[in-house]
C-alpha cells in the first residue's frame, strides 16, 4: 500500500451565504482548476417536470445578465470548461492558467447572479435538448435502454427517470417561470460548492472567491424530502422489439447508497465480472462460450441506493434465455465459490493505481473534492483506496449471495425485429 501518495490535501472555508470553498494548492502545475459542484440533478425534479437539471446545464452556457457568451471570454484567456449533469449533481468545470483565474471566477460567480433568462435562450437550449433526446435517446440503437430499464428497476424514487427527462414533452413545455422557480430553489450558494486546485495560495484564492461570490444573496433553499425506493419483492421482466441487430439483455439489481460498505463490495465484484480481458463475463461468455459478442457490469455510482447492471449483446442464433442463465450462472458462482485472495488483490492494485493517477489531475482532484465534500466530508476521497483494500473474499461472496436474487432482479430483453 502507498496511501500516502494519494493524500489530497485542501483548506476549507464557508462564505456567510452558505457557500463552501475548497481549496488544493499544487504547484507543480502553470494551470488552477475551478469546480462547482451544485447539490441539484435529476432527482430533484418534479416527476411531471423532468429533465430540468440537464436543460439547466445548457441554459448556463447561454450567458448571463452580463455577459453575452461564457466561452468567449475564457477562450481569450486560455481557459477551457465544460459540465454534466447526473441524476444527484449538476457539475461546472474550467481549467486555465493560473494568472487568470479572476477571469474564470468572474464568469461564474456571474452566472449564479444573474443568469440570462429570455423566452429566446430557453427556447434556444430547449431545441438543442429535445434534438439531443432524438438523437441520442431515440434515432441511436439501443438508445432508449435508460428510458425503459430505469422505471422498471424504480417504481418511487425519482431515479426511475434518466437525466435528459422521462419523456420530450416535458422539456418542450417548460415555461420561463417554471425555470425560474427551478433555478431561485437550487442555484444558491448554499447549495454549491466550488473546489479549486492548482498553482494557487489557499488564502489567496479564498480572498478572490470572496470578492466574486460573497455577495450573492442566499435564497432559502428548501430541503426536499425524497421519498426511499421500497425494497424490491418480485423479479421484474419487459421485453421490447427494436429495429436493432442484435437481441440484448439489461438485468439491474439494486445495491447500497455511495457509501455503504455494501457499495465497494458492489463495485468491486463489476470489476471482477468484467474490468480486463481476464474478467469473469468476458472469458466465459464471449470468449469460450461465445454467447455474447461484448457484455459490461458496472454500478450507476447514485448517492441514495442504486443499481448493478449487467448488460449485452447477444450473439445470432443464440436464444435469450440460454444467454439469461449464462450469466446467472456466473453470478451464483460467485456467492458459492470464495473468491482466490490473489485475483481479488490483482483488481485492488488495479483500483489504487487508477486512484493514483486521477489524483496527479488538478481538474479529477477539484471534481472529487467537491463531489466528496457534498456526500459529506471531502476528507472521505482520501479514504477511498482502504475502502477497496479492506475489502475480503468473504464480503465478496456475501454481498453476490444478498444482492444476486431473483426478486431483486429486473431485466429488459431488448430484442431485435425478425431475428
Not at 3 to 8: A, G, I, P, Q
Not at 281 to 305: C, H, M, P, R, W
Request: proline share 4%; hydrophobic share 40%; net charge negative.
Amino acid at each position: 500500500m502507498h496511501l500516502h501518495k494519494s493524500m489530497v490535501n485542501f483548506t476549507r472555508f464557508q462564505l456567510p451565504n452558505g457557500l463552501k470553498v475548497l481549496i488544493n494548492e499544487d504547484i507543480t502545475t502553470p494551470l488552477v482548476a475551478i469546480n462547482i459542484l451544485y447539490a441539484v440533478g435529476s432527482r430533484n425534479e418534479h416527476p411531471d417536470r423532468t429533465g430540468f437539471a440537464h436543460l439547466f446545464e445548457h441554459l448556463m452556457f447561454g450567458g448571463s445578465a452580463n455577459i453575452p457568451s461564457f466561452d468567449e471570454p475564457l477562450q481569450m484567456v486560455g481557459g477551457e470548461n465544460n459540465a454534466f449533469t447526473s441524476n444527484d449533481i449538476t457539475n461546472y468545470y474550467i481549467t486555465l492558467p493560473a494568472d487568470n483565474i479572476e477571469t474564470g471566477l468572474w464568469l461564474e460567480s456571474d452566472r449564479m447572479l444573474a443568469l440570462d433568462f429570455s423566452e429566446k435562450s430557453l427556447n434556444v437550449q430547449k431545441n438543442v435538448v429535445m434534438e439531443e433526446f432524438r438523437q441520442r435517446y431515440l434515432n441511436q440503437s439501443y438508445g432508449d435502454i435508460w428510458l425503459l430499464l430505469r422505471p422498471l428497476a424504480y417504481k418511487v424514487h425519482p431515479y426511475r427517470w434518466p437525466t435528459i427527462g422521462e419523456k420530450m414533452e416535458h422539456i418542450q413545455e417548460a415555461t420561463l417561470s417554471d425555470v425560474k422557480s427551478f433555478f431561485e430553489t437550487h442555484y444558491a450558494p448554499s447549495n454549491a460548492i466550488i473546489a479549486i486546485s492548482g498553482n494557487i495560495n489557499a488564502s489567496n484564492g479564498f480572498a478572490l472567491v470572496e470578492k466574486w461570490f460573497g455577495n450573492i444573496k442566499s435564497s432559502a433553499s428548501k430541503k426536499q424530502q425524497i421519498v426511499p425506493e421500497p425494497a424490491q419483492t418480485e423479479a421484474r421482466t419487459l421485453t421490447v422489439t427494436r429495429k436493432v441487430p442484435f437481441d440484448a439483455i439489461y438485468k439491474a439489481w439494486h445495491i447500497p447508497s455511495r457509501l455503504d460498505k455494501g457499495y465497494y463490495v458492489c463495485d468491486m465484484i463489476t470489476d471482477l465480472l468484467s474490468s480486463g480481458k481476464s474478467a469473469r463475463l468476458y472469458q466465459t461468455l464471449v470468449k469460450e462460450k461465445k454467447l455474447f459478442s461484448d457484455i459490461n457490469a458496472f454500478v450507476s455510482g447514485d448517492v441514495d441506493a442504486g443499481i448493478l447492471v449487467i448488460g449485452g449483446k447477444v450473439m445470432k442464433n443464440v436464444p435469450t434465455e440460454t444467454a439469461n442463465l449464462a450469466i446467472l450462472e456466473i453470478l451464483s458462482n460467485l456467492s458459492q465459490t470464495p473468491i482466490s485472495a490473489r485475483e481479488l488483490k490483482k483488481v485492488q492494485n488495479r483500483y489504487e493505481t487508477n486512484l493514483l493517477l486521477s489524483q496527479t489531475n488538478a481538474l479529477n482532484k477539484a471534481m472529487n473534492i467537491a463531489y466528496f465534500e457534498m456526500l459529506g466530508d471531502a476528507n472521505l476521497l482520501n479514504h477511498e483506496v482502504d475502502k477497496y483494500c479492506s475489502i475480503a473474499p468473504s464480503d465478496v461472496a456475501n454481498t453476490a449471495k444478498a444482492i444476486f436474487t431473483e426478486q431483486n432482479c429486473s431485466t429488459l430483453y431488448y430484442m431485435a425485429e425478425n431475428n
